[in-house]
C-alpha cells in the first residue's frame, strides 16, 4: 500500500496563479484533511471531508477550495495564489473518528 | 485555534537520557495523539491514549494523560540521535478533526 500520497512535491507560482494540489489514500479512509504548516508552527486545519462528496471549513480555509468527488482523492484548490500561501501543506486521512490520522509527504508550496 | 499547548517548545539532551514534553489543553477530548515529525517529512503517528486511560506505553514511549488537569506526557526513555525530530501533541475533540499544538522540537546529542 502507497498510504497517502501528495502531488507535486514543490511549486512555486506567481501572485495570482491558480493550482491544484492531489492528495490520494488506498487505505478506504472515509476521512480526509489538508493542512498548512509554517514554520515554527503546528498544523493549520484548511478543510476537511468526512465523506465522499463532502467537505467542510477548517481553522483556515480563506483563499482555498476543496472537492472530493472519490473516497480516495481530496483535491486542494488556490484559485488566486498570494504570498501569505507560502507554506508546506500536508494531507491527511482516518479511518474513523476514534483512530489516528495518516499524513502525506507534504507539498511545500511557495508563491513569488 | 490550537487546542494542544507543548511544553517545552524545544529540548537538547544526552544520547541514552530521557526526554519529558508536556501538553496541555482545553476542551474535553474522545482522545490525544502523539505524532513525530522528522526535519521536511510528514507527521507519523506514536501513540493513541483514550480519555478513560491513564497511561500507555510503546517501546520507549510512555504518555500519561489526566483529564481532570487536561494534560498529557510523553516520555522517550534511553533516547538515540534518530529520536532527534518535532513531538506534536493533538486533541480529539469527536468533532471529526484533531487539533495540534505548536510542537516541542528535541535534539539528542550524541
Known amino acids: 500500500n502507497a498510504g497517502v500520497t501528495q502531488t507535486p512535491k514543490f511549486r512555486v507560482l506567481k501572485t495570482g496563479q491558480s493550482m491544484t494540489l492531489l492528495c490520494a489514500q488506498d487505505m478506504n479512509h472515509e476521512y480526509m484533511y489538508w493542512y498548512r504548516q509554517d514554520p515554527g508552527m503546528g498544523l493549520r486545519l484548511i478543510h476537511y471531508s468526512v465523506g465522499e462528496g463532502t467537505t467542510a471549513k477548517g481553522e483556515v480555509p480563506d483563499g482555498y477550495n476543496v472537492s472530493r468527488l472519490k473516497k480516495q482523492n481530496f483535491l486542494l484548490g488556490l484559485e488566486s495564489a498570494a504570498p501569505s500561501q507560502t507554506s508546506v501543506y500536508f494531507c491527511?486521512?482516518?479511518?474513523?473518528?476514534?483512530?489516528?490520522?495518516?499524513f502525506g509527504p507534504g507539498t511545500r508550496l511557495t508563491v513569488l | 485555534s490550537q487546542q494542544g499547548e507543548e511544553d517545552p517548545q524545544a529540548l537538547s539532551i544526552q544520547e541514552g537520557e530521557n526526554a519529558t514534553m508536556n501538553c496541555s489543553y482545553k476542551t474535553s477530548i474522545n482522545n490525544l495523539q502523539w505524532y513525530r515529525q522528522n526535519s521536511g517529512r510528514g507527521l507519523v503517528h506514536l501513540i493513541l491514549?483514550?480519555?478513560?486511560?491513564r497511561e500507555k506505553h510503546s517501546g520507549r514511549l510512555r504518555v500519561t494523560l489526566d483529564t481532570s488537569k487536561k494534560s498529557s506526557s510523553l516520555l522517550i526513555t534511553a533516547s538515540r540521535a534518530a529520536d532527534t525530530a518535532s513531538y506534536f501533541c493533538a486533541t480529539d475533540a469527536k468533532d471529526y478533526k484533531l487539533s495540534f499544538g505548536a510542537g516541542t522540537t528535541v535534539t539528542v546529542r550524541a
Open positions: 491514549i483514550r480519555s478513560n486511560e
Open positions: 491527511a486521512s482516518r479511518r474513523d473518528n476514534y483512530n489516528e490520522q495518516f
